[in-house]
């Protein structure tokens, strides 16, 4: 391709012909979960664009979210644009910092400038915490990254019943509420029907690209009503069964070799007869639901291609339906969760407190996700799952591209390998545009993807994309003309393993996967010079593309103390316009001694609501007012909930309401003594014996004056907020000089010592 100058053109104009362009993409789903892959979950929408179109079977992530995310929309490797973890777990080193340069343009920038109308609507994960403040810079939002339009939510998840909604820069409530039969998925795609026909109707040449990467089918495990009961009993097997099922399918549909065999089980993993009664029934409602998840979602996005095609567009779309950004999740742990939460911080569910809530399961008081059984099932025939970016359950997913007028092997399957910085250089090759050496006046650096077209056209096309590397949290491996050579340093479910080999003592293992397709038959011991030969290639593309130093830690990388992300101070007053505001940008009140200080004005004695409150119904604190009572309460991650009130009644007018919590001490996620006052007057008291150590939410926020999104507390009085029914004037948050600063070594040991 020749490289050609981009720059802000308002009158530039698509090559005639040029296809529109639909990116999907879906959330933590492993490689044989769909049923277009051989999986359970019925997906007939994916069925009937691969029927129509071409599947992909050897087609790679790069095992997370926001790397998978940035690589998409770049076409260069996740470490390259800074985004070798995801945005929250990002750290102050090259290659890390979720930062990515302006010499790396996306692809929706490249697409704008020659003409195509760009839309965004979903999940947009490569936003660096440090923006995502009502401050800006909104350099990495999406309307800066080359989206003309945007409505979803920047984060790792969401809940799907009241989403943390963002359009264009500004946060805003969701249209209605789960009891109205509201749905996120619904929503976006209702979101972008809507913006695709109002291009068509006021410009009927402009080609346009759509992206519609889903918060689904990622936790928490949310789906309406009348969905929830749609698989009810058809995992009784066990994900044992469900292996075999699915190899044999796979088998059927040709996505794998007639000899290709099930990969290697994952060590501490339990298998289904050894779980008992009550296990076995949580296992199979947790799997059911997430079934019902995939499909409800697949379901969206089949009324998406019905409207393409009632508005004569289908043909002349290029459709990437990418069925995952990384392999099936394990982060459920062993047992399953009705939160994840837990898990995050370091903590196991357990059943019993999975059977007590069971019929909340899917529906918006949980945060459901399955275990880690069905995880590795929902990836067969390959070993391990998400994170785990050496194999290939981690990183090979499913693809399915329509695109009538480009393709003309329909229901075909490809066998070439690809990855996923192969998509942006592939829509530009379709598209007749340019890989550009200048965008906005800056240079580009190369996109390091190869263009997938020719095997879009041609089944005998030769193989394109020879070498890749893979990292992720340690975990790495390297491709290379069929061989993978491999070595897993961290188990996805242990997060709070802090023993981790040192990296020389990592075992490798070889693989000839021109042989061996699923990675079953380690080789290593008979070919140690190719071993060889392999680890010094992976540690020449680490070096090129800002893998090294590698980086294996984990939870310790949520607090900012021990990332390097730049920490916010230690006092902030806000006002009742300050909402929305994420964890990272407001005053770390976990592990410390801290003082909230309301400044309102009650309008009577029975004065009620939400003074301010941080996270929501499955982690967080707030101080609010009950029918005139000030109160403190502590969430801990959904499994209880401590108030604290004052005696007496706040008098109408202006005051000030405290809280003052003198914490313990001696590690993180101790106790404290919670003191509630009026007027500087100690009016209540109470203790907290443990409390979140690492984080209250990955979804909700701090609030000023209401508490929004779903409720810390259970004793709010009034729905949507619980908004105070006076005046705040001012909340200041100050955290003590106590906070505990634990180094690497000794932060998860503190909260496993405690918990």
């Avoid at 789903?29 to 277009?36: D, K, P, R, Y």
């Avoid at 409530?173 to 026909?197: C, K, M």
């Avoid at 070799?257 to 994952?266: C, H, K, R």
């Avoid at 290029?318 to 911080?345: H, K, V």
Wanted: hydrophobic content about 35%; aromatic content about 8%.
């Amino acid at each position: 391709m020749n490289r050609e100058e981009l720059t802000v053109s308002p009158g530039a104009r698509a090559p005639k012909g040029a296809p529109n362009v639909l990116v999907v993409l879906l959330d933590d789903m492993g490689f044989g979960a769909s049923s277009v892959f051989g999986g359970p979950c019925r997906m007939p929408t994916a069925e009937r664009l691969a029927s129509g179109g071409l599947t992909y079977s050897r087609f790679h992530t790069t095992a997370l979210c926001s790397p998978t995310r940035s690589s998409l929309l770049t076409g260069r490797n996740h470490h390259s644009v800074g985004m070798g973890t995801t945005t929250n777990l990002s750290t102050d080193r090259p290659g890390y910092d979720a930062m990515r340069s302006p010499s790396k343009a996306t692809l929706a920038r490249m697409l704008n400038l020659n003409g195509y109308a760009t839309g965004a609507f979903g999940k947009m994960h490569q936003t660096p915490n440090a923006e995502v403040t009502p401050a800006g810079p909104f350099t990495h939002w999406p309307t800066n990254e080359g989206f003309e339009k945007f409505y979803g939510f920047i984060g790792g998840e969401t809940d799907q019943f009241v989403p943390n909604l963002i359009e264009g820069t500004a946060y805003i409530d969701p249209p209605a509420t789960e009891a109205e039969g509201y749905h996120f998925s619904e929503d976006l795609v209702n979101q972008a029907r809507n913006w695709i026909r109002g291009v068509r109707n006021f410009d009927a040449g402009r080609p346009w690209f759509c992206y519609l990467p889903f918060g689904a089918t990622h936790a928490p495990f949310q789906v309406p009503r009348s969905w929830r009961d749609r698989y009810r009993g058809e995992f009784s097997h066990g994900w044992d069964v469900q292996r075999d099922r699915t190899l044999a399918r796979q088998k059927e549909l040709g996505i794998v070799p007639s000899d290709a065999e099930l990969a290697p089980w994952a060590e501490g993993a339990p298998h289904w007869d050894e779980l008992d009664a009550d296990e076995k029934r949580v296992a199979e409602r947790l799997m059911e639901t997430y079934a019902a998840f995939a499909e409800h979602t697949d379901a969206q996005v089949g009324r998406l291609v019905d409207a393409l095609e009632e508005l004569g567009e289908l043909d002349n779309t290029l459709i990437f339906y990418i069925l995952g950004d990384n392999g099936a999740s394990c982060e459920g742990g062993i047992e399953g969760t009705l939160n994840e939460m837990l898990r995050l911080n370091g903590l196991p569910d357990t059943t019993e407190r999975i059977l007590e809530h069971f019929d909340e399961i899917g529906g918006p008081t949980a945060a459901a996700h399955y275990n880690v059984g069905w995880a590795l099932a929902m990836d067969t025939p390959y070993q391990w799952a998400k994170q785990v970016a050496s194999h290939y359950g981690g990183t090979r997913n499913g693809l399915v591209v329509h695109w009538p007028a480009g393709i003309a092997d329909r229901g075909a399957i490809r066998h070439h390998w690809h990855h996923v910085i192969d998509v942006a250089p592939t829509i530009l090759e379709a598209a007749a545009l340019p890989q550009p050496r200048s965008v906005d006046g800056v240079a580009q650096d190369r996109i390091e993807g190869v263009s997938m077209l020719e095997s879009l056209r041609s089944a005998d096309a030769p193989e394109q994309h020879l070498t890749q590397y893979f990292e992720m949290h340690g975990n790495r491996g390297i491709y290379h003309d069929g061989w993978t050579a491999v070595t897993k340093h961290r188990t996805p479910w242990t997060v709070g393993q802090i023993e981790l080999n040192a990296f020389e003592d990592d075992r490798w293992e070889l693989y000839d996967t021109t042989t061996d397709w699923t990675q079953a038959r380690d080789i290593a011991a008979e070919h140690p010079e190719k071993l060889e030969e392999l680890k010094r290639l992976f540690l020449e593309e680490a070096e090129k593309y800002d893998v090294l130093p590698l980086d294996d830690r984990f939870l310790e990388r949520l607090l900012p103390e021990l990332s390097g992300r730049e920490l916010a101070p230690s006092t902030m007053t806000l006002v009742p316009s300050m909402r929305r505001l994420p964890e990272d940008a407001v005053p770390n009140v976990k592990n410390a001694s801290f003082t909230v200080t309301a400044v309102i004005v009650a309008d009577g004695e029975d004065s009620d609501g939400v003074l301010v409150a941080q996270g929501g119904r499955f982690g967080g604190w707030a101080l609010f007012v009950d029918r005139g009572r000030p109160t403190y309460v502590h969430n801990y991650m959904g499994v209880e909930q401590t108030h604290v009130a004052g005696e007496g009644v706040v008098p109408p007018g202006e005051h000030t309401v405290e809280v003052r919590f003198d914490y313990d001490g001696g590690g993180l996620g101790r106790g404290g003594d919670v003191t509630v006052l009026v007027d500087g007057v100690e009016t209540g008291h109470g203790r907290l014996e443990r409390t979140v150590p690492f984080g209250f939410s990955l979804i909700e926020s701090l609030n000023v004056g209401l508490d929004w999104g779903t409720p810390v507390s259970e004793r709010y009085n009034r729905d949507r907020g619980n908004p105070y029914t006076g005046e705040v004037r001012t909340v200041t948050i100050a955290v003590g000089d106590d906070a505990v600063q634990p180094s690497e070594d000794e932060a998860l040991g503190a909260i496993l010592r405690t918990h």
